[in-house]
């Protein structure tokens, strides 16, 4: 795989221009064509295979045989759809439709061949093999979203973003995923970058003049747009717990001593028949996980092994596995069983369990489960409950939906204003790492420390920026992003 790195520097004589300069180890990728089948693998009604490159639409039209009048590189139109067939060595293969998006207004701004044929995994691989036969060569994971960060159609960001936008499980991920990719996130790290650029060209260009000891940045106002790049950053840093349980799930544990109707609530909730039911202790053994989507969030319930003093090691195994999935869960649910719960039980609870309750990254529900089991709720719990608490049957399925509108209220509560969300853990710890530099720019100001040195923190906080959009990146980054992609995106 071809990768580039662009390098950022600034021009001190014009204070608002930046020159990226890209360095191509290899012109290898302008050079080639690439295929892949862009459908997820299998048969179905229909598949499409996506070709990009020079040699993409001389390559198509030597196999394609319109139904109507012929089709050349002359008259062909770009973003219309030709109905005909492939046919090579004599044979037609299959009845396709073909469309070309002319470079540079295509997905990777270079020419596009998309043909969409029958969903046949024989026919699939057939085009693929005659497309090899033909000089093209087969596609990397995630190579043409990588040629439309190369080719400046997208930034880094956005190729996160279509990563995201493919693997949204839900209404709120979708979302995220569209605004990054749409290119909300880097519009707000490139202002970021463009508030810091001008006054950096200045301190830069100090560096130029030192022996005349002149200052051409005004330090109050620099040390006045800092502190707002240092909130902007903040407040950046601090929607990652947000946007990280969006992207990936929010996790919630269902936490209780054994037979209190752990297993069954998660039934219930999933509606479904996920864990094993029974009235004997110590029935989970492992954590049980299963993901739903709830009011447009995506939660990933986790059911764990009942808590209690054993000997049992596969059981103790299971306990100290339950402790684990409370530590990564964003919301806890200690069930127990009302039926038998008194006040000492509660009080026990809440001692236990205080320092996950205190947690402000967690929030710690009671549910009081198996109330078919009363006549009506013993009213020395209300009293003594400090806690939010909700009364169900989940062998009956009686106000699950209570306790579903109470997740997605407090994750709605949680969530952050700000139409920008950061869900990428790489983007957050970009951002912390301009946040510290910014803080040390910040602190060699208050002590007057030498030009120079607040250059050096000014410089790192633009490259740490920098890699969130690409401006400065790695091959090894690179690989790493593009390669989780599917083949043919």
């Given at each position: 795989m071809v990768l580039i790195i662009k390098y950022n520097s600034i021009f001190v004589n014009d204070i608002q221009n930046e020159l990226v300069m890209a360095h191509f180890p290899s012109s290898a990728y302008k050079n080639d064509t690439i295929c892949a089948i862009a459908t997820p693998p299998g048969s179905g009604a229909v598949a499409i295979l996506r070709l990009s490159g020079k040699d993409s639409l001389s390559s198509a039209l030597k196999l394609f045989e319109a139904a109507a009048s012929p089709v050349t590189p002359e008259n062909i139109r770009s973003h219309h759809l030709y109905f005909g067939k492939v046919v090579f060595k004599?044979?037609?293969?299959?009845?396709?439709?073909?469309?070309?998006?002319?470079?540079?207004?295509s997905y990777t701004a270079e020419d596009v061949i998309e043909i969409s044929c029958h969903g046949s995994e024989f026919i699939q691989q057939k085009l693929i093999e005659i497309f090899l036969q033909l000089g093209i060569r087969f596609a990397e994971p995630g190579e043409f979203t990588m040629r439309a960060f190369l080719n400046g159609r997208l930034d880094l960001s956005?190729?996160?973003?279509?990563?995201?936008?493919?693997?949204s499980q839900s209404v709120t991920a979708?979302?995220?995923?569209?605004?990054?990719?749409?290119?909300?996130?880097?519009?707000?790290?490139?202002?970021?970058?463009?508030?810091?650029?001008?006054f950096a060209a200045l301190i830069e260009l100090e560096l130029d003049f030192s022996e005349e000891d002149v200052e051409f940045a005004n330090r109050s106002q620099f040390s006045k747009l800092i502190r707002e790049i240092e909130s902007e950053l903040t407040l950046l840093i601090d929607?990652?717990?947000?946007?990280?349980?969006i992207r990936k799930g929010i996790p919630v544990a269902i936490i209780g001593k054994p037979n209190a109707g752990k297993s069954t609530l998660l039934n219930a909730i999933l509606n479904e028949e996920k864990a094993i039911v029974s009235e004997i202790p110590g029935t989970t053994r492992d954590a049980i996980e299963d993901t739903i989507v709830i009011g447009g969030y995506n939660f990933r319930f986790i059911d764990t092994a009942g808590l209690r003093a054993t000997e049992e090691t596969i059981e103790t195994m299971g306990i100290e596995k339950t402790y684990d999935k409370i530590n990564e869960a964003s919301l806890i649910l200690y069930t127990c069983d009302i039926s038998e719960t008194d006040d000492q039980a509660i009080e026990e609870i809440l001692e236990e369990f205080k320092h996950y309750i205190e947690d402000e990254n967690k929030h710690f529900i009671l549910v009081g489960n198996k109330i078919d089991m009363l006549s009506e709720i013993p009213p020395h719990l209300k009293e003594i409950l400090n806690l939010e608490t909700i009364f169900v049957s989940a062998k009956r399925k009686e106000n699950i939906h209570l306790l579903a509108e109470t997740l997605?209220?407090?994750?709605?509560?949680?969530?952050?204003?700000?139409?920008?969300?950061?869900?990428?853990?790489?983007?957050?710890?970009?951002?912390?790492?301009?946040?510290?530099?910014i803080e040390a720019v910040e602190r060699a100001f208050e002590n007057n420390l030498p030009t120079d040195l607040i250059a050096i923190d000014i410089r790192q906080a633009l490259h740490n920026l920098g890699t969130i959009t690409g401006e400065v990146t790695t091959n090894e980054v690179l690989d790493t992003i593009f390669s989780k992609f599917c083949i043919g995106k």
């Open positions: 004599g044979e037609v293969v299959d009845e396709v439709l073909l469309s070309y998006f002319k470079a540079p207004h956005q190729a996160e973003g279509v990563a995201d936008l493919i693997a979708h979302r995220l995923a569209m605004n990054q990719m749409r290119g909300g996130f880097s519009t707000k790290i490139n202002e970021l970058r463009e508030k810091l650029v001008g929607s990652f717990k947000v946007g990280n349980v997605v209220a407090r994750v709605k509560k949680e969530s952050i204003s700000n139409d920008v969300i950061v869900s990428n853990s790489r983007h957050y710890e970009a951002l912390q790492l301009a946040l510290e530099a």
